[in-house]
């Protein structure tokens, strides 16, 4: 199993409501990642989890609030986003967050955020 | 500050061949990357190059220069299916935790 999972593919909120986005993989991969990615833009590292740990924090607003209950899930809490906020959200998993080999991400298909 | 330039669109006919560019100005970094993603898909890993020269995969080449910190990805033989947006990405160190940084990504339009 090469994948990762999220859901919902599609959301649509307002700026007043709290959502949840979740991710999910069952490759035994120790590193996750929320990258935000707009339009024909590429995307934009957010957080890292390194080991259930928060490991990176690309100074990203505290209206964006990540979680890591187990190796294998990561959600991303929302809540007051404005509408430039709108984006799809990718998850993405390695096998490890350093050392030898390629450090290749596999990315999930993302959720796809509109914020009203 | 980091940066990684590439061409913005590149268009080439099926059967060519095709080069899209990357040059990077990174606090660190490890090695190259190259990912593809489809209109509305997600990225997925083509090649990684951490020491200088040519990787080879398939129809797809990977190049690095460390000491102009320049690369590129080589597309042959070039199908329909290639349309997609290419970007490079830096893997960059955050302490304990290495970091993908991605380039500003070429829109690869592949015609009949």
């Known amino acids: 199993d090469t994948e990762v999972t999220q859901t919902p593919k599609h959301l649509v909120m307002g700026m007043t409501n709290k959502k949840s986005l979740k991710c999910e993989q069952h490759m035994g991969h120790r590193a996750m990642y929320w990258y935000k990615q707009k339009a024909k833009k590429p995307p934009e590292l957010m957080f890292v989890y390194s080991y259930e740990k928060l490991s990176i924090n690309e100074s990203v607003p505290s209206r964006f609030s990540p979680e890591c209950p187990n190796s294998s899930l990561l959600n991303l809490h929302l809540h007051a986003l404005q509408p430039e906020d709108s984006a799809l959200y990718l998850c993405?998993?390695?096998?490890?967050?350093?050392?030898?080999?390629?450090?290749?991400?596999?990315f999930g298909e993302g959720s796809r955020l509109t914020v009203l | 500050g980091q940066s990684l330039e590439q061409p913005s669109e590149v268009t080439a006919v099926e059967g060519a061949i095709v080069q899209i560019n990357c040059t990077y100005q990174?606090?660190?970094?490890?090695?190259l990357s190259w990912y593809q993603q489809h209109d509305g898909g997600a990225p997925t890993f083509l090649s990684y190059?951490?020491?200088?020269g040519l990787e080879e995969t398939g129809r797809f080449s990977s190049f690095l220069s460390r000491s102009d910190s320049y690369g590129y990805l080589l597309l042959q033989e070039l199908q329909m299916k290639d349309s997609a947006s290419y970007f490079c990405a830096v893997r960059d160190h955050g302490g304990a935790t290495n970091k993908l940084i991605f380039g500003t990504g070429t829109l690869l339009a592949v015609q009949p």
């Open positions: 993405a998993s390695s096998q490890a967050p350093a050392g030898p080999g390629t450090g290749e991400l596999f």
């Open positions: 990174t606090s660190g970094f490890y090695g």
């Open positions: 190059n951490a020491l200088d």
